[in-house]
């Protein structure tokens, strides 16, 4: 059986591109869930699986955190990994999907949970807002919260992998995107611009445009329900396994899974490379390799 993939909530998991790709678990919070019902349903699907990838956003509430935290400690079980992953709700999704189809990819488990980390890196997470006034996931000078209160300003914000902040006008470029071949999902709330689509999609050239319901943490995460969510993607699985695959493997000196880049996916330890053994720059903390082609 593949690894299982879980999640925090449910809007988190976007529907399959093809019939192989697997669905997440849902690891419910606290107040949905009493403690021992969901320590069973764990236990459960490590009885089936044998491994757990829990996905948790950063704007996970503490006690949801806590819980998952516990779980583990009270199956003492080192076959569950939690990724805290620091992307915007829609990116998050994209990356869950994104390892649920490397999940029944010939990868072991430790090389998916690691992978997450690489896979961000290729995620270009944003939002279009109408106002900034309550965001502080990215720098926002004061001369542009100012702007916020003008009627009809709008910002266009990427949130990763490099954080930047545009106010939208006919003279202005959007921001920086996606050098490689790749698709865009949008999420729309409570803005009806259609900037997203006509401007920001052609710019960033991409392949093509997908819709989706907007997550439910998204009005958080941004500070406003007035917003259009976009995340641009590498679609194809098999560029994705290639990029995967190119990574030099190593095994955890402390756990012993087997992970890419600099850090192990499941217990979190930093690669620590043998002092007499020169060893290649990680992607992960050098900068990413570009995508293979298709």
Not at 19 to 32: D, G, V, Y
Not at 210 to 228: D, M
Request: hydrophobic share 45%.
């Amino acid at each position: 059986m593949p690894t299982a993939i879980a999640v925090t909530s449910a809007d988190l998991v976007l529907p399959p591109t093809d019939q192989q790709t697997p669905t997440a678990a849902l690891l419910q919070a606290p107040e949905a869930q009493p403690l021992d019902l969901a320590i069973g349903d764990m236990h459960l699907l490590l009885e089936q699986h044998g491994h757990v990838i829990a996905v948790c956003p950063t704007g996970i509430s503490p006690a949801h955190e806590r819980r998952l935290h516990a779980i583990r400690s009270v199956l003492e079980s080192d076959r569950i990994a939690l990724l805290k992953v620091d992307l915007p709700p829609l990116g998050v999704a994209v990356l869950v999907r994104q390892l649920r189809q490397l999940s029944i990819c010939d990868f072991s488990p430790g090389v998916v949970a690691s992978a997450a980390r690489l896979l961000t890196h290729y995620i270009h997470a944003g939002a279009l807002l109408n106002s900034v006034a309550r965001f502080d996931r990215v720098p926002v000078s004061l001369r542009t919260h100012a702007k916020s209160w003008v009627p009809g300003s709008m910002f266009a914000v990427l949130a990763g992998p490099s954080p930047q902040l545009v106010e939208v006008g006919p003279a202005v470029e959007p921001p920086a995107g996606p050098s490689y071949a790749s698709n865009l999902l949008i999420a729309k709330g409570q803005l009806t611009s259609q900037w997203v689509q006509q401007t920001l999609a052609p710019a960033w050239g991409v392949q093509a445009v997908q819709e989706c319901a907007l997550p439910s943490g998204s009005p958080r995460w941004w500070g406003t329900g007035k917003l259009v969510e976009f995340a641009s993607f590498l679609p194809d699985i098999s560029v994705i396994y290639q990029l995967v695959s190119s990574v030099r493997r190593e095994k955890c000196h402390w756990c012993g899974m087997e992970l890419i880049g600099d850090r192990c996916g499941f217990c979190s330890s930093p690669l620590a490379p043998p002092e007499n053994r020169m060893h290649p720059a990680g992607v992960l903390s050098q900068g990413a390799p570009a995508p293979p082609s298709s």
